[in-house]
């Protein structure tokens, strides 16, 4: 298992080219976000947004419409219970997040569902928070595409039906085989299992523990994959990213908001652009 | 009666373990907010997710669901009025904060009467506001919990029947006996009667006599009692920590806001570690 | 005709005794904001809080609730059609600021006339912008209260009948007489006048010729009459600050936005109080 | 073609003549915004306050009110459905804007076209985003006026009929004099065609590659040709501006958000005023 180091970021985060334009960046679809959890989606897609993403789509409970907007003008809505806009959206993403704030009722699972018969193998999908649950619960299918998975440690343990004590490199890398995509198994210390290898990241601080975090990663790695040719080191960068920006700010807080990591991305993406 | 110091900070805020999680610094639950007084339940979950509470979920109108995502998008949200989704959740949480403007209306005794009934002893409740005209007026029996009261002079007079000018230390600290738990008696210097002592805090600025000040501190107390241990150092640090930060802001401002002392809590509780 | 200097600054703003509590600055009712102008008393209501009064309600359009709480939470909230409701907090407060947003439609008469009719005469009561409109259109009676008008030029000509034109220190004093309070009548310079003389605000910069400005000033107005005793200082401190801080600001701004202006109280009166 | 340079901001960007009010910096109408593109004419709106235009309404979806005015109480709002205000407010205005998150529905046509029916000869017309896409597809009549399109590549393709790869200068400025007003073709090299002759902007960076980049430039555009009187330097010296600022934040940032460059626009004009 190799540790990550900054230069994950220099060989992830490209100097963009002058030629270029928005579509040059990706599109990004976020869904989740029910009538209790509208702050997940909120979070994850600002962070997609701060990422560089070039167009972000918010497919939410129409009732998070106006406080996403009214923190992020940037992103557009959709109801995510349209399926014909979800399916128009979702089809024309490079990268689609789906989980954060989504919830574990029927609406859940039909938006689930629909995400998962979309999305195709040329797109990226971040499976994330009660997605993740969903999958496990209902024993659901998953589509083909570029995988990646976002459990904490609980929640990977429902989708693996490995128990949280029993969660080896060994017994979770062949869980990862099957599923065939790349797990990152978010704690204090997040491991990510990709194709290509499994790596540590010893970046971050108990600042950062508290609600949120996940769903601002999700958003993260949707920004990053959907701008970074290689998938599997656009995911590691922005784990990596995520904590080393909380270490930052965790120099002089206490406790390290979300939303804080979110607003420092431009400024750090920068500095260590490759 | 003792003066708090800075001394109580770093003899409470802990320095957060290496090895954690959200849920290592607690759920609170955070009840309150109608239709008129909606930012002082913004306010207190502000607060407590600003001191560093693991999880935080506001029960409240749902006129207040988007005002709330609007600022804060790292807290959930439930309508006070759903008496199962009230019990889950409540139930759910560390420390339980009640009352911030809650209102004095039937749904409002209904919504305190339903928190009455879910918690139970190894949980700390937050008896502000409304909710201590409540008592008063509906001579309310009080939950078995941690419970810890924060009633200015006028609504110490209601729950305790002693008129504010015969509010003695001795009298103040014979009916907290009775009730059995702590007690914030806000002024201009705030005094804590405790089941181990009685504390002055001669802290704070006339620059924070404005409204929703009670409503910070009740969500700050929500905040710490969730993180740390000792459920008294917890009340004191967070009074203490209130005022001090106000007379920090008060060097250079006429008035202080309660959102900018919200603000101030991640650095102010790293710089104030133990 | 006197040119107000910093000095009305000293004389006004008082050094906040430290034995006090909210109720000792006061509380403020701002009433306006329909569907159409809601930023308006947004606007009022934040330079009120800012101002540092005691107690903020805004009664206003339900559809200006949450905008309003999104940005300020520290603003208690009250429909203005409810006339139960207006009667009760118009009656509890100390100023009451009624016109900004308020407009010009059936139900703005009704929410004026409820205000004229509520007020009394140890009451200040700031009248501003779709309010005097309303009183010249509609000949209304004017309640016995500490009455404060702010009319730029035009509604100026409307409710005292002298054409801009003709709008001379004697005309003007004259119909402020009949009328029998404060005018502030707004212009690239504005005068004020006063029971006790006229005064001439040589501050202020084209920077600040911008939508809101005159919803701000009549917010201050509102916070400044609440917590300081003059009530005519009150008013002229709060022309004065408000133009000396855009003055500040255009120092490094081509515009002056009346937000920006509002975020500059609590340090501005910090340097300036007696 | 002539290579913009910062010299067009002094020649347009006038000092604010001591005796003015807003009415003196004109009146923008920003029509646009559905139920999922809100967030287009939020930036246009913030964009066009932030350039110091007097007075601002936008006109759009009602369930935008709220974001709006949380984010920017300085705007006026309209019901963009609402036939007889729509021509109110819009026979008002100096400039107006048309086109952000317009979206391509039967009700975006209704509504853009009762907005050619109203504009008159003596005012400026920014034509942006789905308005274009509109114009192309039903072959509207233009209205007279100064008219200004902001078309990018693929939208001027379908305005002008000249695909891509053939958008010469000599093509497309033909179909300008056709067209009768000027064209602001945005690439990362953008090209404003104008009745005085042709101008490239070399400004920019692929920092500001990102979704509401052009409804910002719209904003800014009504903001700037609403104060000053060239329209046409006023087109130039508002292309520029936005791709100056966004040059500046992109020395410290990976991407630029649209937001942050509105946010630049007081200090940035007050450095270049003329």
Redesign the interface.
């Known amino acids: 298992m190799e540790t990550l180091t900054e230069q994950i970021l220099a060989q992830t985060?490209r100097v963009?080219?002058?030629?270029?334009?928005?579509g040059?960046?990706g599109r990004v679809c976020l869904v989740g976000g029910n009538?209790?959890?509208?702050?997940?989606i909120?979070?994850a897609t600002?962070a997609s947004?701060?990422?560089?993403?070039?167009?972000?789509t918010t497919l939410t409970d129409p009732?998070?419409?106006?406080?996403?907007?009214?923190?992020?003008?940037?992103?557009?809505?959709?109801n995510f219970t349209n399926r014909d806009e979800l399916t128009d959206l979702v089809s024309a993403a490079n990268t689609v997040v789906v989980g954060p704030g989504l919830g574990t009722t029927d609406t859940s699972l039909s938006v689930l569902k629909a995400v998962f018969d979309t999305v195709s193998d040329n797109q990226t999908l971040i499976v994330d928070g009660s997605a993740i649950t969903l999958i496990s619960k209902h024993d659901l299918k998953l589509p083909k595409a570029h995988l990646v998975f976002t459990p904490?440690q609980m929640e990977w343990q429902r989708l693996s039906g490995i128990k949280i004590a029993a969660q080896t490199d060994e017994a979770n890398e062949a869980v990862r085989r099957q599923l065939g995509g790349t797990v990152v198994l978010k704690?204090?210390q997040t491991k990510i299992y990709t194709p290509t290898g499994s790596f540590l990241n010893t970046a971050g601080?108990?600042?950062q523990?508290?609600?949120?975090?996940g769903d601002t990663l999700a958003g993260m790695i949707g920004g990053f994959t959907a701008q970074f040719a290689d998938q599997t080191n656009a995911v590691l960068a922005a784990v990596y990213a995520h904590s080393a920006i909380a270490d930052e700010l965790?120099q002089?807080?206490?406790?390290?908001?979300?939303?804080q990591i979110i607003h420092q991305?431009?400024?750090?993406?920068?500095e260590h652009?490759g």
Do not use: C, W
């Open positions: 985060i963009r080219p002058k030629e270029s334009h928005k040059t960046y009538d209790h959890f509208g702050g997940a909120l979070m600002e947004v701060y990422s560089g993403a070039g167009l972000n009732s998070n419409f106006i406080s996403l907007h009214s923190r992020l003008p940037e992103a557009m809505v959709a904490h704690s204090h601080t108990p600042a523990a508290t609600g949120g975090m965790a002089s807080q206490y406790v390290v908001l979300p939303t991305l431009p400024r750090y993406m920068h652009q």
